[in-house]
């Protein structure tokens, strides 16, 4: 699985989500990641990501924790991805360190597979991110 990072997304999100997302950045500190996945299998699928799942900062020893995830389940619970569909989720992070410059994400199966992780992201001002994975 391969994943880019997009750095001017064209998204519609709900002006109401976004201006709620905007205070959790400013306010607390939290790292958004937005994905988008597309399925373009002729079956359906099933995705899911873990609790456990973290950023962690290439700068320092520092690991980001998940604290909220929209449009997504988390393990054990699988979502169901119609065959030739996309879907967007959301993962929310604590916040990173101020010195970070860039992060990895990844995605802590405890030793089941199926596991991903993106190298290298670099930071932004917004602590904002768009993210497909093909």
Same mark, same amino acid.
């Given at each position: 699985?391969?994943? !880019?990072?997009?750095?001017?997304?064209?998204? #519609? +999100?709900?002006?109401?989500?976004?201006?709620?997302?905007?205070?959790?950045?400013? $306010? $607390?500190?939290?790292?958004?990641?937005? @994905?988008?996945?597309?399925?373009?299998?002729?079956?359906?699928?099933? +995705?899911? +990501?873990?609790?456990?799942?973290?950023?962690?900062?290439?700068?320092?020893?520092?690991?980001?924790?998940?604290?909220?995830?929209?449009?997504?389940?988390?393990?054990?619970?699988?979502?169901?991805?119609?065959?030739? !569909?996309?879907?967007? @989720?959301?993962?929310?992070?604590?916040?990173?360190?101020?010195?970070?410059?860039?992060?990895?994400?990844? $995605? #802590?199966?405890?030793?089941?597979?199926?596991?991903?992780?993106? #190298?290298?992201?670099?930071?932004?001002?917004?602590?904002?991110?768009?993210?497909?994975? #093909?």
């Amino acid at each position: 699985m391969s994943s !880019t990072i997009i750095t001017k997304p064209k998204v #519609d +999100i709900a002006p109401s989500i976004l201006k709620d997302l905007e205070t959790r950045t400013k $306010e $607390e500190g939290q790292v958004v990641l937005h @994905f988008i996945l597309h399925n373009s299998y002729s079956e359906s699928s099933l +995705i899911r +990501i873990w609790p456990s799942s973290y950023l962690f900062d290439l700068d320092s020893s520092h690991s980001s924790d998940l604290v909220h995830v929209e449009n997504i389940t988390l393990f054990p619970t699988w979502k169901p991805v119609p065959a030739n !569909t996309t879907v967007c @989720f959301t993962l929310i992070f604590s916040g990173l360190p101020k010195s970070c410059t860039a992060f990895q994400f990844v $995605e #802590d199966c405890k030793g089941s597979s199926g596991a991903w992780s993106i #190298d290298r992201i670099q930071r932004n001002e917004q602590d904002v991110y768009f993210l497909r994975i #093909d």
